[in-house]
């Protein structure tokens, strides 16, 4: 069995113990690194404090090497919080309005993939397969590729694919289409994104569909296809199972005194919907007086991005809007919403799904919600919960007991809740059941072996067949 190679912007790092941190995602990579002995690198999250990047700091657990990098303040500013967060985040959620295409930001971008190469290519063996993941990332196989490598090498994007009116906004979107096209195998989070990509392959000629999600872009055949993320059910369904240990789940219970509980847990982010989902709790509360002093609407939400103007707008507006709704509906006795704006760790998260009534996911825009499933998964299968979702977020694709909601419709969402909490339980059963069976099959584990058996299978390099002029793939200055 090839061994694995793969490269993120975070490195979850496990800890003393070695134990994997919390996170479907570092579960399943760090199993199948050790599985097969491999590498992760990426970005340590750290910056140094002169203008250089850090050279490469490698540390050995097991059967898996960590390749850390400390970026420069320089890198960070431009390649994470610039081009990452204020260009391709917002372009992928749609949010055109919140994107800021400054030149050095997107020559800081690429600039850093150059170096992520540079430092990954002499740890590379001949015969690993390489596993690039998410937006930080998309030229790195182009600048491999240009470095001599003809290994195996798959992409999978975690957030949305626009459609062509939206990613040809972008100044260097050729670039950025070039560099997915170097790809063997380019991975998204559901059909839509799948169709999207090929639209924008198709629209301006860049490339053609070959058929069996087969594409030929740039003088080279490569696949692009579906693989909705998951998260690790069963061990987290057990996890919820045994929550009551957690003295914090206990007295969270107890200071609910019986009212029905909402849950909302998201990242500070724009794409997340949280301003309008306190709209429609709010209007929720309005439309139903009987509610008041009965319902409780938790929302866990921690800070995200700071860095990033618009995240720091966002924490303003979303503090606002509580303590507004707060103001207007509390009584001495009941505060209808309480906003936290700190992490919670997985396993009291897990307790505090299952003792909610409803799980309110509303994201206006989201690459899967993994909040979603993990919500289901913490369900008592005798007295589950609904499940309120999105039908924007890419676990609607699959979640079909859920309550489907469009985020915008302030009434809708409000009308949702309503049903929600008066559902008798015989369909609530029923509704659960149509979704447990499918996320304890296709879990985590089966994400990431699908990947890689598909990365294993197709797509295959076959040697520099590009033609000579698309060799150097990386010209960003050439499109900006
Ligand atoms: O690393 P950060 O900038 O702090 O952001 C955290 C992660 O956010 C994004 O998550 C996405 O991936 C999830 C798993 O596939 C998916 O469920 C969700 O819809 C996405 O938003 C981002 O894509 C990650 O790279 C970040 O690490
Ligand atoms: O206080 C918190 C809030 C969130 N999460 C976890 O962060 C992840 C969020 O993933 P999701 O796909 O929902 O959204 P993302 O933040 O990746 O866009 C989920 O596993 C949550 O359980 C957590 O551990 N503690």
Request: aromatic fraction near 8%.
């Amino acid at each position: 069995m090839s061994r694995l190679v793969v490269i993120s912007n975070r490195v979850p790092l496990p800890d003393k113990s070695g134990a994997a941190p919390a996170g479907g995602l570092a579960v399943a990579l760090q199993a199948a690194l050790e599985e097969r002995g491999g590498i992760w690198m990426g970005w340590s999250g750290k910056s140094t404090s002169g203008r250089e990047t850090s050279g490469i700091d490698i540390r050995e657990q097991g059967k898996i090497t960590y390749a850390l990098v400390d970026l420069s303040r320089k890198d960070v500013e431009e390649y994470y919080a610039g081009f990452a967060n204020r260009v391709l985040w917002p372009l992928c959620h749609y949010r055109l309005d919140l994107t800021d295409y400054a030149r050095k930001d997107m020559a800081g971008y690429f600039r850093v993939n150059r170096l992520f190469a540079q430092q990954l290519a002499p740890l590379i063996k001949p015969d690993d397969v390489i596993w690039v993941h998410d937006y930080h990332l998309i030229p790195l196989a182009a600048e491999l590729r240009q470095m001599g490598l003809k290994n195996r090498i798959g992409f999978f994007l975690h957030i949305p694919w626009p459609p062509a009116d939206v990613l040809f906004t972008l100044p260097v979107h050729e670039t950025i289409m070039r560099g997915l096209a170097s790809y063997d195998l380019v991975g998204f989070q559901t059909r839509h994104d799948a169709e999207n990509f090929a639209g924008c392959l198709k629209r301006e000629g860049i490339g053609k569909e070959l058929g069996q999600g087969l594409f030929e872009a740039y003088g080279h055949v490569f696949r692009a296809d579906v693989f909705p993320i998951s998260i690790e059910t069963a061990a987290f369904a057990e996890a919820a199972r045994t929550s009551r240990r957690h003295a914090l789940v206990g007295r969270m219970r107890q200071s609910l005194a019986g009212r029905d509980l909402i849950i909302g847990v998201d990242r500070l982010d724009y794409s997340k919907g949280i301003t309008n989902r306190i709209e429609a709790f709010e209007r929720f509360i309005v439309n139903n007086p009987d509610s008041r002093g009965r319902v409780t609407f938790l929302q866990v939400t921690p800070k995200s991005r700071s860095e990033v103007p618009e995240y720091g707008d966002m924490q303003r507006m979303v503090a606002e809007l509580a303590g507004r709704v707060n103001g207007a509906l509390s009584t001495v006795d009941w505060t209808p919403i309480r906003y936290v704006n700190r992490s919670i760790g997985r396993s009291v998260l897990a307790g505090l799904y299952r003792m909610a009534q409803v799980g309110l996911v509303t994201p206006l825009r989201d690459g899967m919600n993994l909040v979603a499933k993990e919500y289901v998964a913490a369900q008592d299968p005798e007295n589950p919960g609904v499940l309120i979702l999105s039908r924007f977020a890419g676990a609607a694709r699959e979640l079909d007991g859920a309550l489907l909601v469009n985020p915008y419709d302030t009434d809708a969402v409000s009308d949702a809740i309503a049903r929600a909490l008066s559902m008798p339980i015989e369909a609530r059963r029923e509704r659960w059941n149509q979704m447990m069976p499918h996320l304890l099959e296709n879990d985590v584990s089966h994400w990431c072996e699908s990947f890689l058996k598909a990365l294993a299978g197709h797509g295959e390099t076959k040697g520099d067949e590009r033609p000579a002029e698309t060799k150097g793939i990386l010209q960003p200055n050439d499109s900006i």
